[in-house]
C-alpha cells in the first residue's frame, strides 16, 4: 500500500448525517470482481439523475468548485450500514485521499485504513466550521500532516487531531497487514495445535 | 476477575497481543458469498498465498441468485461473480454451497442450520450482518474484503478489543409483537450509532424468552445500531437447535459443558448499560430512510420540528421528502404496493409460520405485489413440507427460492421508483431496493397483515381466519 504522509485538496461536501455505504456505492455496482474502477459509481444516486448519467445539478459536489477534490467533509455516522470495501474503493478511485465527520461506523472507519484513505474525526463543531468554511471559499482546500496530525487551511485555521498511533503508523508505513500477521505464524501454529488436541 | 461473556470468548482467542497494537485474533468459522470475497480471492493469488484452514472455511451463493428460473442468471456480471466464486473455491479447495444443494441459502441462514455457528466460535463473514450468530453466544461480526483475505491467508483478524454494552429487555412481550419489533423499538429510541465500538450482550426476560431463530433477529440488526457484534448467552434452547445438526460437535455433551462455562459471570462490568422495556412495547413502522427512524404503528409519521438538533431536522426532511409522506399522517393510513418477507432478518421458518398464519383465509390487496423469499433451500422445503407455500400461493404471494433478494436488490428482485415496501428486512436507506422505492421496515406478522389490507394495520388487533398454522 502507498504511504500516506502529507496530502493538500479541495474539499467537498456531502452535508447529510448517517450517510450510509449504499448511498456510497449502489449495490448494482458491486458486481464487479476487481478493486478498481467505482469512482465512477460515488454516491451514484446523488450525483446522476434518474437517467444514470445526466449530473443531479441538486447534489452539493456536482458543482464546478468542487472538481478535483480529494477531502471529503461529511456528517456523524459516515459509512454506516453494510461492510462492503466497495465503499472506500468508490471514494477513493474517484479521487479522495482524505475524509472529514464527527464520527464514522466501525467497518467503514477500520475499511478506510486498509486502502490508504484517511478518516478524520473532529468535533461536531469543527466539522460545522469546515462547512462553513467550504461555502465561504470557492477553491477551499486543506493541508493535512499525518505526521503531526495536524490540519490547516489557507485562512489560519490549525486543528489538531486525535488517531490511534497504530492506524497513523499503518498509513505512514503503507504497511502489509497480512505480512504482520504471517510474523507470528509459530504462534498461529501453536494455537491450532493446542485446539486440535482439546478435540481429540 | 469476573468476566462477560465477550471477554471470555475474546480472550480464548488471542494469538498475540502487544501494547498499543491491535490484538492478533483466532477466527474459528469464515463464511464467504459471492459479493465480497473475489478481490480477496485475488490478492491471495497475486501474493501466492493459499487459504490457510479451507476446511474452517464455508461458501455460498446469495446476494446475486435470482429467486426463480434461478439456473439462469441473466446479468452477465451478476453471473460472472457467481461462478468467480465457483471457481475460488475449486481453486482453493472452499467447500461450498452452491445453487445445486439444498443448503445454499442467506450466509447467515445456512451457518445455524448446518450447525456450523456455535457457542463460544469467533466468526467472520464480508458481511455486516454477520452480527446474526452472536445469537448462539458467539462472537460474530463483518469484515471488509481486505479483511476477508487476511482471515484467508491467516486464519486470523487484527483486531482493537471493542467495550461491552448490556442493552437490558425487561419485561414481557404482548401477542402480537415481535423480535423485530424489540429491535426496531431499541434502535428508534438509542438511534443507530448509540452502540458504536461496542460489542452488546442482550439480557433480560424478554430476551430468554425468545427463540433461537428470534434471537437470530435481535442480533441480526445490532450493525443497525452501531454495535461490532450482539451476543445472547447459550441456554438450553441453544443446546437444542444444535443437538443433532450436521456440524454440531461430536462429543456433544462435553461441548455443552463448556458452552455453559461462557456465560457473563456474576460481578463482571460492561461498559455501558442501557434498559428497554418490552411490556409496553407496540408494533413498529420504520417511517425514514434509517433503520432509527421508527415509530409505534399507533402513532403518526413524525414532523421534523419533532427533532431537538438542526441535523435531525434537516435528516427527517430528506426522509420524508424521499419517502413522499405527510408529517401527522396515522402510520395504518400509509399505503404500500410491495412486500417482501425474507433475508437474514426474517426469513427463516417461524417467520413465514407467522406471517403465513396472518395470511391464512385471506387475499393479498389487488394494489399490492407481494413475495414471499424464504432464507434458504432448507427453509423452503420445511414450508412446504408444512403447506406454508400453499397458503402464500393461494392468497396471491409468490414463492420464490432462496436468496438475500429484494433485501438489497442486487438479483432482479428490485422496487420500482415510488414504490412502497413493507418489507422484513434490516435497512430502509434510499434506494436499498431500488431506486427511488421507499421501504417500511416492519415484522413478517406485520408485512403480511399489510399485504392482505393494502396498508399498515396494528397486527394485534388482526382476525385470524383459522387457527394459526402450527409447525
Known amino acids: 500500500m502507498d504511504k500516506f504522509i502529507k496530502h493538500s485538496g479541495i474539499v467537498a461536501p456531502v452535508d447529510r448525517v448517517n450517510v450510509d455505504t449504499d448511498a456510497i456505492i449502489p449495490k448494482q455496482f458491486l458486481k464487479r470482481i476487481e478493486r478498481t474502477g467505482f469512482g465512477q459509481f460515488l454516491f451514484y444516486e446523488w450525483r446522476f439523475l434518474e437517467d444514470g448519467v445526466t449530473p443531479n445539478e441538486g447534489f452539493e459536489m456536482n458543482k464546478e468548485r468542487y472538481n478535483g477534490a480529494s477531502v471529503l467533509i461529511s456528517r456523524a455516522n459516515f459509512g454506516c450500514g453494510s461492510s462492503r470495501e466497495h465503499a472506500p474503493w468508490a471514494i477513493m478511485d474517484y479521487g479522495f485521499k482524505v475524509v472529514i465527520a464527527p464520527s464514522y461506523a466501525d467497518i467503514f472507519y477500520n475499511n478506510c485504513f486498509k486502502n490508504g484513505i484517511l478518516p478524520i474525526k473532529l468535533s461536531e463543531e469543527q466539522v460545522e466550521e469546515l462547512f462553513q468554511r467550504t461555502a465561504q471559499h470557492e477553491g477551499y482546500q486543506l493541508h493535512v500532516d499525518l505526521e503531526n496530525k495536524v490540519l490547516r487551511d489557507d485562512h489560519g485555521m490549525e486543528i489538531q487531531f486525535d488517531l490511534d498511533e497504530h492506524r497513523r503508523q499503518f498509513l505512514l508505513q503503507g504497511l502489509d497487514d497480512i505480512g504482520l500477521t504471517l510474523q507470528h505464524e509459530d504462534k498461529i501454529s501453536a494455537y491450532e495445535a493446542k485446539q486440535a488436541a482439546k478435540l481429540a | ?471
Request: with cysteine; hydrophobic share 35%; proline share 4%.
Open chain 2, 1 to 471: 476477575m469476573a468476566k462477560t461473556m465477550f471477554e471470555k470468548i475474546w480472550d480464548n482467542h488471542i494469538i498475540h497481543q502487544e501494547e498499543g497494537k491491535p490484538s492478533i485474533l483466532y477466527i474459528d468459522l469464515h463464511l464467504v458469498h459471492e459479493v465480497t470475497s473475489p478481490q480477496a480471492f485475488e490478492g491471495l493469488r497475486l501474493a501466492g498465498r493459499k487459504v490457510r484452514r479451507p476446511d474452517l472455511t464455508f461458501a455460498t451463493m446469495d446476494h446475486n441468485v435470482p429467486t426463480k428460473d434461478r439456473f439462469n442468471i441473466k446479468d452477465p456480471i451478476s453471473k460472472q461473480q457467481v461462478d468467480t466464486l465457483t471457481k475460488n473455491c475449486q481453486d482453493f479447495g472452499v467447500k461450498l454451497y452452491d445453487l445445486n444443494t439444498v443448503d445454499q441459502g442467506v450466509v447467515h441462514v445456512m451457518g445455524p442450520e448446518l450447525g456450523l455457528t456455535q457457542p463460544g466460535k469467533t466468526i467472520v463473514c464480508g458481511d455486516s450482518h454477520t452480527s446474526t450468530h452472536g445469537a448462539f453466544g458467539a462472537l460474530a461480526f463483518g469484515i471488509g474484503t481486505s479483511e476477508v483475505e487476511h482471515v484467508l491467508a491467516t486464519q486470523c483478524l487484527q483486531q482493537a478489543k471493542p467495550k461491552t454494552m448490556e442493552v437490558h429487555i425487561k419485561g414481557k412481550r404482548k401477542p402480537g409483537v415481535s423480535a423485530k419489533d424489540i429491535i426496531l423499538g431499541v434502535i428508534s429510541k438509542f438511534g443507530t450509532a448509540f452502540a458504536t465500538g461496542y460489542v452488546i450482550e442482550y439480557t433480560g426476560e424478554a430476551i430468554r424468552d425468545l427463540t433461537m431463530e428470534e434471537r437470530m433477529t435481535i442480533c441480526n440488526m445490532s450493525i443497525e445500531a452501531g454495535a461490532r457484534a450482539g451476543m445472547i448467552a447459550p441456554d438450553e434452547k441453544t443446546f437444542e437447535y444444535l443437538r443433532g445438526r450436521e456440524y454440531a460437535p461430536q462429543d456433544y455433551d462435553r461441548a455443552v459443558e463448556e458452552w455453559k462455562k461462557l456465560l457473563t459471570d456474576e460481578g463482571a462490568e460492561y461498559d455501558a448499560r442501557v434498559e428497554f422495556d418490552a411490556d409496553e412495547l407496540v408494533p413498529q413502522v420504520t417511517w425514514g430512510t434509517s433503520p432509527g427512524m421508527g415509530r409505534d404503528v399507533t402513532d403518526v409519521v413524525p414532523s421534523p420540528a419533532d427533532f431537538s438538533t438542526e441535523n435531525d431536522r434537516k435528516a427527517a426532511e430528506k426522509a420524508l421528502e424521499y419517502m413522499g409522506l405527510t408529517p401527522g399522517t396515522k402510520m395504518t393510513d400509509i399505503t404500500i404496493n410491495r412486500v417482501f418477507i425474507g433475508s437474514c432478518t426474517n426469513g427463516r421458518i417461524e417467520d413465514l409460520r407467522k406471517a403465513a398464519a396472518v395470511v391464512k383465509g385471506y387475499t393479498v390487496h389487488s394494489n399490492v405485489e407481494a413475495i414471499v423469499v424464504p432464507g434458504s433451500g432448507r427453509v423452503k422445503l420445511q414450508a412446504e413440507k408444512e403447506g406454508l407455500d400453499k397458503i402464500f400461493v393461494e392468497a396471491g404471494f409468490e414463492w420464490r427460492d432462496a436468496g438475500c433478494s429484494m433485501c438489497l436488490a442486487m438479483n432482479p428482485d428490485v422496487l420500482n421508483p415510488g414504490d412502497r415496501c413493507a418489507s422484513t428486512s434490516n435497512r430502509n436507506f434510499e434506494g436499498r431496493q431500488g431506486r427511488g422505492g421507499r421501504t417500511h421496515l416492519v415484522s413478517p406478522e406485520m408485512a403480511a397483515a399489510a399485504a392482505i389490507k393494502g396498508h399498515f394495520v396494528d397486527v394485534r388487533d388482526w382476525e385470524f381466519k383459522e387457527e394459526a398454522v402450527t409447525a
